[in-house]
DNA sequence: ACCGCCGGGTGCC
DNA sequence: ACCGCCGGGTGCC
């Protein structure tokens, strides 16, 4: 905390201290400087749903002060320094890499200044002209911010004189587009990493210390990695121009090749042997694709000892003359010994200790020119201050994996299995209070193991692990590091190394925020600097803009790897999995039904008709949702339908209100609609609900309430809502249902079909199990009833278990035991991606989701490696019913997510209306 | 001339 | 900066 404190403070630097940061070395600013920034930028809050407020042109002045350069086009940052000596308004003009550039003239300086310390406004300049003046050049400034700030700003600036262009910015974000544009994104997300499984590179062989056989995708992934690792490729958007290196996005020059991204995401499916692939990695590829140095086991016949001694004298080339001449020796052990303390290398004492300088090359990362640059230079000469500050950090051969808890005993594991047993890796498990915290000692093992929980607890506590310079730092299930003010993805971003990977089965979850983090970590400049992100990525895609989800495309595409369980290579799946059948089984109602079902429909297409003509569709979402929930109800059974549910507008008491209000939001919550908030476009947590029947997560509601001015407006509706008017959804609520459940159980047409089916499959094979999966937890409770009656042995999964009892629960049901539970109720939303119900073959989908691929995911979870059966899917569909419907929005929403994108944005509104009129049937 | 005008020195914040 | 600004030198036309 200290550090970052620290680092801020630099920013306010006076001209002396100007001069540390302007060394030759433009990375040791860049660093200091964009780690100022996103110092500064983790307290602000996220620049998207920002509006434009206007622009301006303005001047940069001092320019022959200064060695940044600018090309024409080209971003530059705009930084305030409140504690210039001459001047405490004064703006600074920074490139990416954070060479300054001038300042901001003073005048305009002092209008901004205060909009800039107070947030209202964030300032970004291009410049366009005049980039090779000698002392002042001209700068399109934009403000960019919050609706709300708006009109403060404009005015603060005019009274400056200051006349900020309006025009053209009419971005703002109306009720249709913000719905549209989450909607829109979301699934511009779910294309984002598909197609990113064409081999890129061919295939590599793993080294022998690899005991078992890489599969066909396996082998693909590594010489991916190992490319990724060791190519000197330019990164996306840069280009060779002549003698420099130019950024298209943000027209940035360098006269020195931008620093590369040694590594990326490999976010290959569940199942596809992401961690033996890493495993693979880091035996084969220690040095520019020659495998690591490993000592084989003392072992019993001279000969293999003497292989290991000619595979250790190979290896002389990259080792020290001191090992060279150990290898005379006829033991392994002491080489090895010495090997690996000459490797650990602790240059403390701030002499060099390489002497052999493309080893050393290979621990400090940097290419062979480098290496050879040395060369030249007298080996034996004492440290330069930039090469000791360097070498504080101990530098190491060592990979660090980083792990959640629940995975590291499995990275153990396959070590042991993976690795050929006359290898001796020495792998070390950073964990337990007894854990070995000194530096030497982890720097020569050959991998470190520890978890997040770990490392954040170590951060900022003379944490061993933020000492070394590792050879390569690994994440696993990497996106739980999503959240950059986190602990534990500051303690990530803060460690040292030269290679870096991000090992995820769902790497973008549900927004481009999330993205930021990996790329950070990745160190894919200049994008590890959130302001960068930002500008180029972040909010372009966020306002809905083509060529920034082209970019964000880009982006992902160099520097991730993704397989799933259907990819193929060359023509063949990856995987075998058995064959999966899905059926549509229609369902009649029966005559009393049908007549309760017809009774609702018309009730409820002439309340939505009522809503069309008063053009109030979206401010009754809630109650449309609703609507078309209640169908949904009556195709499965009746006693699932709310008996309470009258007229909002009619609420007498605020008791009654609020009992509504929390009806609705179940409703909203139960829909099934995959519910987001449209502040923050994530799944909603913490769901309270809004006067006017809008779910937003309740932290993302009150900070538009805090931010707002006197009066604070829904975002969908812009009804005037209040802090004290949100209401959440009572905790007893949730466990009340089961005591109003039994008066007398009756039976459904659904129920019906659905037993039929169950009886059927055990006469034919009792050793079949299923799932029954519906979106209604009530549903499921009504379908016990009937399984009890019949003798079904049978256990339950939903969203309101402890994790203790679902993870039993999984168990019990996966067990082969002839006693073990052969139906599992499902609710369709419960448990995570990963959730393993492989004993199941038969799956049955009560009711059909909005979302086909919720749909996808539950079936995924016994459609996957481990299955052994052909999969058979049911899914009911009641007959001339909403849910037949729905299966036709589901195909439609694709169509007109394409569509979309050409078109205008009246265009849009009107048909999202059409749409929501014609696909309800009313 | 307690002015205007000329031309040299000068220059970010 | 091929500017603006400052301040000293200067002084009818």
Partial sequence: MFMQFNRRWKFGWGRFSEVDLFTDRHESNAETLSQAIRAAASEEPDADGSVLFGQLKGTVVGLRYYSGVVNQGEMVG???????????????????????????????????????????????????????NTYTMPVMLSFWGKEESKNSVLEHMSRRGYKLNTEGGKLKGTVFLLIFFSFQLKNAFDNLFEGLMESKDGEKEAAVSVATPLLLHQKQALSWMCARENKAAL?????????????????????????????????????????LTVIALILTNFHKGKPLPVEKCVSRSVLQSFQAICFMSNLCSLIT???????????????????????????????????????????????????????????????????????????????????PLSVLSNWLD?????????VKLNVYLYYGPERNRSKKFLSSQDVVITTYNVLSSDFGNKSPLHGISWLRVV??????????????????????????????????????????????????????????????????????????????QTLVKYITLRRTKNSEVNGRPLVSLPEKKVYVEQVELSQPEREEYELARTEGKNTIGRYVAEGTVLRNYADVLAILMRLRQHCCHPDLLAKISSDLGAAATPAELRERLIEKLRLVLAS????????????????????????????????????????A?????????????????????????NSTKSERWRTSSKVQALMGNLLRLRSKDSSIKCLVV???????????????????????????????????????????????????????????????????????????????????????????????????????IVKDSVEENMVKIQRKKQDLMEKAFGSTNTDRKTSRIDDIVALMEL
């Fill in 78 to 132: 705009l930084v305030r320094q409140p504690q210039n000596p001459y001047d405490r308004n004064a703006v600074m003009v920074a490139n990416i890499y954070g060479n300054q550039v001038g300042h901001i003239k003073k005048e305009l300086a002092a209008a901004m200044a205060y909009i800039m310390d107070n947030n209202l406004a964030k300032v970004e300049g291009v410049v366009y002209s005049g980039t090779k």
């Fill in 235 to 275: 990164p996306p958007f840069w280009e060779k121009r002549g003698e420099l290196y130019y950024n298209t996005l943000t027209c940035f020059s360098a006269k020195e090749l931008p620093e590369r991204v040694r590594g990326g995401i490999l976010a290959d499916d569940m199942g596809l042997g992401k961690t």
């Fill in 774 to 876: 519906s979106q209604f937890t009530r549903f499921l409770t009504i379908l016990e009833t009937p399984l009890r009656e019949h003798g079904f042995s049978f256990v339950r999964l939903d969203g309101t278990m402890t994790q203790k009892k679902r993870t039993q629960v999984i168990q019990e049901f996966q067990s082969s035991a002839a006693d073990s539970p052969t139906i599992m109720l499902l609710s369709l939303k419960a448990g995570g991606v990963g959730l393993n119900l492989t004993a199941a073959s038969h799956v049955f989908l009560m009711d059909p989701a909005w979302n086909p691929a919720t749909e996808e995911q539950c079936i995924d979870r016994c459609h996957r490696l481990g299955q052994k059966r052909k999969v058979v899917v049911t899914k009911f």
């Fill in 713 to 737: 407006r829904c975002p969908l509706c812009r009804s005037e809502i209040k802090t004290s008017e949100l209401v959440e959804f009572p905790q007893e609520e949730m466990e009340e249902e």
């Fill in 672 to 711: 099934g609609s995959d519910e987001e908030c449209s502040v923050c476009l994530d799944s909603v947590r913490l769901p309270v609900i809004t006067h006017c029947a809008h779910v937003y997560c309740r932290p993302c509601i009150a900070q538009v309430i805090s931010t707002s001015g006197q009066v």
């Fill in 321 to 403: 003359k001191c090992v060279f001449t150990c290898v005379q020796v006829e033991k392994v052990s002491p080489i090895k010994a010495k090997m690996t303390s000459q490797m650990a290398l602790t240059l403390e004492e701030g002499s060099v200790l390489f002497e052999d300088l493309d080893f050393a090359a290979a621990l400090s990362g940097s290419t062979s020119d480098t290496g050879s640059k040395k060369k030249k230079t007298d080996k034996k000469s004492s440290l330069t201050q930039s090469e000791f500050q360097q070498c504080i950090f101990i530098e190491s051969r060592t990979t660090l994996i980083i792990c």
């Fill in 475 to 552: 994440l696993d299930e990497g996106h739980i590091i999503r959240n950059p003010n986190a602990q534990m993805s500051k303690a990530v971003l803060d460690l040292k190394a030269q290679r870096r990977w991000i090992l995820s089965g769902t790497p973008i979850q549900n927004s481009v925020r999330d993205l930021w983090m990996l790329v950070a970590f990745l160190g894919l400049k200049p994008f590890d600097t959130r302001e960068w992100w930002n500008r180029v990525i972040q909010r372009p895609v966020t306002q809905g803009d083509r060529a920034g989800l082209q970019h964000l």
């Fill in 414 to 422: 396959q070590f042991e299995q993976h690795v050929d047993p006359n």
